[in-house]
């Protein structure tokens, strides 16, 4: 099988650091294009995966066409491939708010089209990929999908219309934890922590503490109970939380990402 991949930036180059730490399929069915050509010299070299000359090679040799590139960049490559594409072809495309019917709309309906919104921990196969189906994918193509995707982390199918939803509580997600570790590392640097010391102690318990519901399947509030002791520390901490109407905040943030992937599609 041979993938492409056009666009090797923040999230098609995680995709691809995700999927050759897999060892899912060799580096030498793997081909990538970038306009940025030192991007791909130096990924080419580090993963020893093949550089295309341009996006019509991609399309035209690859089984699975991985499209990289910004939202507002895809119709412009979509209309440059789309006659190097065959019916057998999948184009899987990752960009926030470009529906199946957009892409369909540009490059056919007979056409195989995969809708994904990843995040960038695939980077360390840790990643959470929802995928969406047009009517043209077979089951064994679906299978060999889910395969791709959960080389590099886990994956979900979703109704598409959860798209703009699943971006706010996922695809987005990786960067509100960061600002949340920040955020808690100039508290401890605050009261007299090291800042290096603090961003490993933290990252390390976000971690453990993602891995407990993972693995407990115990809801969040039963396992924030079990830290949570009377007139302790921690119940100190939350009644700081909830007076500075953190979980009402983190609903906002999520909704206005949900509202801004709607826009994006123009919605
Ligand atoms: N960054 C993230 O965490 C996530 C991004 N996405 C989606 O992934 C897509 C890419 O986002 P990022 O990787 O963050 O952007 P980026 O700007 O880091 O990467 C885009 C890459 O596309 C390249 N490019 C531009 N025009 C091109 C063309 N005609 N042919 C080939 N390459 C071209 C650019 O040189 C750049 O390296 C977007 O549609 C975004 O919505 C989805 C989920 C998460
Ligand atoms: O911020 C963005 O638009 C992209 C899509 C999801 C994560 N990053």
Excluded at 106 to 121: A, E, L, Q, Y
């Amino acid at each position: 099988m041979k993938l492409g991949i056009i666009g090797a930036g923040n999230m098609g180059s995680s995709i691809l650091k995700g999927v050759t730490a897999s060892n899912f399929l060799e580096n030498k069915n793997i081909a990538i294009f970038d306009l940025n050509k030192v991007k791909i010299e130096e990924l080419s070299k580090e993963y020893g995966v093949k550089k295309a000359e341009n996006e019509n090679e991609l399309a035209n040799k690859s089984d699975i066409l991985i499209v990289s590139v910004k939202p507002n960049i895809v119709p412009k490559v979509l209309d440059k491939i789309k006659d190097d594409l065959s019916e057998k072809t999948i184009v899987l495309s990752i960009a926030a708010g470009i529906s199946i019917d957009f892409i369909e709309n540009i490059i056919g309906t007979d056409k195989k089209v995969i809708r994904t919104m990843p995040n960038t921990p695939a980077q360390v196969m840790e990643g959470m990929t929802a995928v969406s189906f047009n009517q043209n994918i077979q089951e064994n193509e679906k299978t060999m999908i889910f395969k791709l995707l959960n080389s590099f982390g886990k994956s979900i199918e979703i109704d598409e219309k959860l798209m703009h939803a699943y971006t706010g509580i996922s695809g987005s997600l990786p960067a509100y934890v960061y600002v949340f570790i920040e955020a808690l590392a100039d508290g401890g640097v605050l009261e007299g922590m090291p800042r290096d010391k603090a961003y490993e102690i933290i990252a390390q318990t976000v971690l453990g503490s993602a891995k407990m519901m993972l693995e407990t399947k115990k809801h969040p509030g039963v396992l924030k109970d079990e830290v949570t002791s009377p007139g302790g520390t921690t119940i100190a901490a939350l009644k700081v939380l909830e007076d500075g109407k953190f979980r009402g905040t983190v609903m906002e943030a999520v909704k206005a990402c949900t509202e801004k992937s709607k826009e994006m599609a123009g919605e």
